[in-house]
């Protein structure tokens, strides 16, 4: 995937851009053209130049309220998912009596919910910002990412609860099935719009910032599982699951109007990701 990506993706990244223009400007007129960013470096050792790199994604973990939010919401998110992952075939096979073969099926209303998630989010998003940038003049304001994520947070409870008292109720595994497939179209298309509103914010260091982000998201889907078992044998499928909702509805809800409205003095208060 990695070799194909490197033969066929164009290069976005407007540091490499701009430094390709500079440098064609360089050879065309013999003036000396410089970027910002390799201004910036001059006088850099290798050594402090990998060194503040390998530190970045801490850096912003720890100073900056942006990535922490944004962390906070898609480790939990994260942390969801998997324990869907985790405990999603045990329900068919314990519960509902089929066998590990047809249990594995059910998996695919996972898949085409992140499936379908991605492309509602995607197009939603692109026509939010959009209308947006209409209505108050400006562009690219990341924040302008962030109105989307409502109607979605909102719904994903939705996939949560439908599931849970399905399966507590023992019904029908297509409503089960649609439970699950609801909560990954929501989940996938908050996440896409966090991600694009990360990517907007931290434009010159995005991978760092997914990096950040990315850590707390592994530790939750490693740490979420473990309790899961616990959890739904102690409150059952349908107050467990409602537990979960009510957590997410807590966390998930106000979380974005915090974003929208303190976002832009919180990036300005957190100062460059350099």
């Known amino acids: 995937m990695v070799v194909v990506a490197m033969l066929?993706?164009?290069?976005?990244?407007a540091p490499i851009i701009l430094e390709r223009r500079a440098k064609l400007l360089r050879k065309n007129t013999g003036l000396h053209y410089h970027t910002s960013s390799t201004t910036r470096e001059q006088g850099t050792s290798l050594l402090q130049y990998l060194g503040r790199g390998m530190t970045r994604p801490i850096r912003l973990m720890l100073f900056h309220p942006i990535i922490q939010i944004n962390m906070a919401l898609q480790a939990?998110?994260?942390?969801?998912?998997?324990?869907m992952l985790a405990t999603f075939s045990s329900v068919y096979i314990d519960l509902y009596h089929q066998s590990p073969t047809l249990s594995?099926?059910?998996y695919l209303a996972i898949a085409l919910g992140e499936l379908l998630g991605s492309q509602i989010a995607g197009w939603v998003m692109d026509w939010s910002y959009t209308a947006l940038q209409s209505h108050y003049h400006r562009s690219g304001i990341p924040e302008f990412r962030i109105p989307m994520i409502f109607p979605f947070a909102i719904l994903t409870p939705v996939g949560i609860l439908l599931y849970g008292w399905a399966v507590h109720y023992r019904l029908h595994w297509a409503i089960v099935d649609t439970g699950v497939f609801i909560y990954a179209v929501m989940s996938q298309a908050t996440g896409q719009a966090r991600q694009g509103y990360a990517i907007d914010a931290y434009a010159e260091h995005v991978s760092s910032a997914q990096a950040a982000m990315q850590f707390w998201s592994s530790m939750a889907a490693f740490a979420f599982p473990l309790f899961a078992p616990a959890l739904y044998k102690a409150l059952g499928y349908g107050w467990g699951n409602s537990t979960l909702a009510?957590?997410?509805l807590v966390i998930g809800v106000p979380a974005p109007v915090v974003l929208w409205v303190w976002g832009p003095?919180?990036?300005e208060k957190a100062g460059s990701s350099y």
């Open 8 to 13: 066929v993706y164009r290069e976005t990244y």
């Open 265 to 267: 003095k919180l990036r």
């Open 104 to 106: 594995g099926l059910h």
């Open 246 to 248: 009510i957590i997410y």
């Open 76 to 83: 939990f998110n994260y942390g969801l998912l998997y324990i």
